[in-house]
């Protein structure tokens, strides 16, 4: 112990930024790993840090005080912090290359996703223009009613018909009477009942039409995450041991929609992995699986056929209003089997 004192004493900051140097990468690994980019105090990262056995002490450190800590960590960039009447909150900054990829990927998706709606709302503008093309509409002429002799009566024929043997009366100096004209607008608008059908037909087309966009667009619909509980999924990665290389498990919890909870299905072991290092598990065919992305996302389905020369498969939706509906041309990573 007094050598080693001598050794310290000799060159003290040597000693002093390595303890530092450690005592920030454990603080910080012990922040990314529990608390992710979570606000927290920063108390409660120190206790929890002070309580393993083999902790680095702070006063082997550069920092005097946890509050000098947290104000070096806001200066250098590592952590967002502030200052409340509770005391100082500490916020993990994730400088992580796959991290900051993911999120681009998500703002791309969510950019897209307004482009469709933009798109689709003039698709329907589109839709209305064409159909309003064509339709004439009556519009009637408005004539100013003049009466050069004030004595004069004005007189109105409200029947119907006109008989031959009844004169019609005489009322030149008022123009044409604006009620005669009624009969021949409703001959106009009871028209042949094919001009009608048509107009049906049109407004039935243009409905098809949106119907058939919606479906387009619900079937590109895809997201960037597919972990979903129940299922069924394999492991591809060596990080975590030969004996869990390529076994299968069941996602027993999803966190933060990228990472998964399983379970092993032969050793019944437990792990937390990314869904980077897992892929999804076709069932024999007439089993149940679950359909993980795409516009039917969330479905149970049956497996109808596989079609291995373009790694895609025929299903069957077994649930939901779509329930009997056949969906061709499924990708393998966009379904999996049921636990």
Known sequence: HQRQLLLASENPQQFMDYFSEEFRNEFLELLRRRFGTKRVHNNVIYNEYISHREHVHMNATMWETLTDFTKWLGREGLCKVDETPKGWYIQYIDRDPETICRQQELEKKKKQELDDEERNAKFIEELVRRGKEGKEEAVPVFTELKRENEEEKVAFNLNKGQCASTPAPKSSSLGPNPLQAIPSVKRKESGPASSSETKDKKKKSALDEIMEFEEQKKRSLRRDHWLHTGIVVKLITKKLGEKYYKRKAVIKEVQ???????????????????????????????????????GYRGNEAILNSIHEQSFSATIIIDSGPLQGRKVESVQYEDISKLA
């Open 256 to 294: 933060e929609k990228y990472t998964a909870i399983i379970k092993m299905v032969d050793s019944g072991d437990k792990l937390k992995v990314d869904q980077t290092h897992l892929e999804t598990v076709i069932p024999a065919p007439g089993k149940k699986l679950l359909v993980v992305n795409g």
